[in-house]
């Protein structure tokens, strides 16, 4: 049995909470801040993890105030999140399909936003806000195609991760064409995006992400019951009154904006749509979506990622995105192995 508690309000309302899940939570939301702060410090002018907190609070030195709120803070706000929105797409993504494999990677949505950016790069020779809208506007049709090449009666398992990987590779090969049409200097800065950095990242970069954040978080999360729900079949699903294809077309077009999103405002961070999801279940224990769960794991990851590729290579300072790979591509591995062993591929 798990360890559930039912909390109830002077109201009357009473929710239950599973006491696991929560802390859990907790304790990414916590590891989360430390390393953003830890982030924060870090860089050819050293700040101290106190003196962050001071200049964070408005106690700082004007260059303390300049280095963390005009340099440093937008890039690790962020990576929180792009992390927070990677994270909280591919738990829907791997609800909906009921597959852990169901990933924005893997269906090609980044890499359909990278179209939408590569065309405005090499065609365009967009300026930054028009590479952002165009990544958008990549991944929202790659994202539909998807959901009309996998209708059958419904979107359901293993026909959305087949549809999607063979978009993947048409999108895959379309980004290499555009790339060969490009001349030496588009193609140069194509390929950094490509890659998936923090670098340079500031304030305009922040409030368009954080916005949409405040629109879908909520509104996900208010539709998490019916998602869950929706893993227990169809069939079970519409008997308790849940509006199936509306519920699960809602939350796709959401899990689509929050990578598309986070894959314009960071180029194609790998692997941590993929892997948050996976990680926040095995630390709650919750065969549910883990919503919550998988945005801190998402946000944590993604900061951690970034310190590490700053810092653990030396002077050799690495794209987010290389670190993440890496890292993803091993866990990738892993869970192809413990899924071929458990017969389910």
Request: a positive charge.
């Amino acid at each position: 049995m798990r360890n559930t508690r039912t909390l109830r309000t002077p109201g009357g309302l009473s929710v239950r909470a599973d006491v696991r899940a929560l802390v859990v939570v907790v304790a990414l939301l916590l590891a989360a801040a430390a390393a953003s702060v830890v982030l924060i410090g870090t860089g050819d002018f050293p700040i101290s993890f106190g003196d962050v907190l001071r200049t964070l609070a408005g106690d700082g030195t004007a260059g303390q105030e300049f280095v963390v709120d005009e340099l440093r803070l937008p890039r690790v706000l962020v990576g929180l999140l792009v992390g927070a929105s990677l994270g909280l797409g591919g738990a829907l993504f791997q609800s909906i399909s009921r597959n852990p494999l169901g990933s924005p990677d893997v269906l090609g949505l980044s890499q359909g936003a990278t179209s939408g950016a590569l065309v405005v790069i090499v065609l365009l020779s967009g300026s930054a806000t028009q590479v952002t809208v165009g990544a958008l506007i990549g991944g929202l049709l790659t994202g539909l195609g998807i959901y009309l090449l996998a209708w059958k009666q419904g979107v359901h398992g293993y026909r959305l991760v087949l549809v999607g990987i063979g978009v993947s590779a048409i999108v895959t090969a379309v980004n290499g064409y555009l790339l060969t049409k490009a001349d030496l200097v588009d193609a140069t800065r194509a390929v950094v995006w490509m890659t998936g950095s923090l670098d340079g990242r500031d304030w305009s970069q922040v409030w368009p992400l954080l916005a949409l954040c405040a629109v879908l978080v909520p509104l996900v999360l208010a539709n998490a019951r019916s998602l869950r729900m929706t893993e227990m079949g169809d069939d079970v699903s519409y008997a308790l009154g849940v509006r199936v294809e509306r519920v699960r077309m809602l939350l796709m077009v959401s899990a689509v904006l929050l990578t598309a999103a986070a894959t314009a405002a960071a180029g194609p961070v790998s692997f941590v749509a993929l892997t948050a999801p996976q990680l926040a279940r095995r630390l709650t224990r919750s065969p549910g979506p883990n919503l919550v769960a998988s945005l801190c794991m998402g946000a944590a990851l993604l900061v951690t990622a970034d310190w590490a590729s700053q810092r653990a290579f030396g002077a050799d300072q690495l794209p987010v995105g290389v670190v993440t790979g890496v890292l993803g591509g091993l866990y990738l591995l892993w869970l192809l192995v413990t899924e071929r062993r458990a017969g389910r591929i």
